[in-house]
């Protein structure tokens, strides 16, 4: 929920507030959201060069709390944004942010991102690390608890890119930046208290060796023939309430095929992208290059549509 409170509204922050141009803010939030999908590698190699997944995610996580903690300063003191432009200034015209505004506010937006790349990379396997894979009982568990990580995943996504941005659009950016930031305290306090009950894999030495010792093995067996099980096959299933009824019609013990999700998804994503396209297009008359702040009442899907379409 942190990371799309922030990317799914940033652009219009840095337009409306920091008074950035449209193309300048739109490059800055690429090139944050690029650093935010590959510190993961970084994040990866040293859990299993160094910390492990733990220390790894518990030193991450404070680091990322960090940065949403500064974030959150920096859009909630006066002194740390450009005054707001006057009735009847033109965009171009308005105060820009100072060297030092914009610097506490991006040295912010990358502390997050060296938090982020070891929370993502480790969250995931740390929970995989708690089931047994050679026990039928917790395999199935490690299978239930990937559903319920996942469908968390979409609801904090969901809030953030509805709840959240409207706070932040409606009520003040202090506010819609502190609730990500409560949330991710919450979370963080949470994962600690369960310390004593988790099993802990100890570092394994640099990873560069292992997936090279990969592409050896699937040399080896490219032409080793696919299990004609389907319960041999790995796949995720919606254990709650989707596969007993839907099982029941496919006859397969997963609910559906793989392919049959990635269809699924597929079509979901092209109503969304058609709800943006219909959106943008019936507003885009109001747009003008140069409306004044009082003018400008775009919102986040009419100026950052792609990241409605992400969720």
């Known amino acids: 929920m942190a990371y799309f409170g922030i990317a799914s509204n940033l652009v219009v922050y840095l337009t409306n507030k920091l008074h950035e141009g ?101 969250i995931s396997t740390l929970g995989a690390d708690q089931f047994d894979e050679f026990d039928a009982k917790e395999r199935s568990y490690k299978l239930s608890f990937f559903n319920w990580w996942f469908f968390s995943i979409f609801v904090g996504v969901l809030f953030a890119s509805t709840f959240v941005v409207y706070i932040q659009d409606n009520v003040g950016w202090a506010l819609g930046y502190a609730l990500p930031t409560i949330g991710l305290t919450i979370s963080i306090l949470m994962f ?37 099980d389907p319960k041999d096959l790995h796949e995720l299933i919606y254990d709650c309430s989707f596969v007993p009824v839907i099982r029941s019609y496919t006859r397969n013990p997963r609910g559906i095929t793989l392919l049959q999700r990635i269809g699924v998804g597929l079509v979901v994503h092209v109503i969304v992208m058609f709800y943006v396209y219909n959106d943008v297009r019936q507003n885009k008359p109001n747009l003008k290059m140069n409306s004044t702040p009082s003018q400008d009442n775009s919102t986040i899907s009419q100026s950052n549509p792609q990241e409605i379409a992400k969720c």
């Not at 030495?205 to 023939?225: D, E, F, H």
């Open 192 to 228: 600690l208290v369960g310390t004593p009950f988790y099993r802990h894999k100890f570092p394994s030495g640099s990873p560069i060796t292992r997936m090279l010792q990969v592409y050896v093995a699937a040399l080896r067996k490219c032409k080793a023939c696919v299990p004609q």
């Open 22 to 122: 449209t193309v300048e803010s739109s490059n800055n939030v690429n090139n944050w959201s690029g650093s935010i999908w590959m510190m993961p590698l970084v994040g990866a190699y040293v859990a299993d060069a160094y910390l492990g997944r733990y220390w790894t995610f518990v030193i991450s996580s404070c680091i990322y709390l960090l940065g949403m903690c500064l974030l959150t300063l920096a859009v909630s003191l006066p002194s740390l944004s450009p005054p707001q432009c006057a009735q009847g200034i033109l965009d171009q015209d308005c105060p820009k942010a100072s060297p030092f505004q914009k610097g506490i506010f991006f040295l912010a937006l990358y502390i997050i991102s060296i938090g982020t790349g070891g929370t993502k990379a480790n």
